[in-house]
């Protein structure tokens, strides 16, 4: 079992930035392909990022590449996405998630076994 809390959300303006951080319980965190996926309101859950246990390969969502980046430290049991030049159409419920069954980072919502309960971020123009 892995719990995971994420913290850092907020208000910012169009142009600004934000780090989410996702703290996970349990000792084998590193085992565990780590994902961030947000959802707007009336829209779907959608992912936007995805990191390898080891860190080494990432993915990102055409929408977010370029602007944000994902990365874990595993020692802090703890996986951020720093999110830069913020747009209005990022705004969402972001959550992370683990992928209990493999290593390996996946963009599929239904890849993951454990969700955070997610942390608000609003862009204003």
């Known amino acids: 079992q892995v719990q995971l809390v994420e913290s850092g959300g907020g208000l910012v303006q169009a142009g600004g930035s934000l780090r989410l951080s996702c703290a996970a319980s349990?000792?084998?965190?590193?085992?565990?392909?780590m994902g961030w996926f947000r959802r707007a309101p009336g829209k779907e859950r959608e992912f936007v990022a995805a990191?390898?246990?080891?860190?080494?390969?990432?993915y990102y969502a055409g929408s977010v590449k370029g602007r944000f980046t994902i990365s874990r430290d595993n020692a802090k049991n703890t996986v951020y996405l720093q999110m830069n030049s913020l747009k209005p159409e990022d705004t969402a419920v972001y959550s992370c998630?683990?992928?209990?069954?493999?290593?390996?980072?996946?963009?599929?919502?239904?890849?993951?076994?454990?969700w955070g309960q997610g942390t608000q971020v609003t862009v204003s123009s």
């Open positions: 998630a683990a992928r209990g069954s493999s290593v390996y980072p996946s963009m599929v919502v239904q890849d993951y076994d454990y």
């Open positions: 990191i390898s246990w080891s860190g080494s390969t990432t």
């Open positions: 349990g000792r084998t965190f590193s085992r565990y392909a």
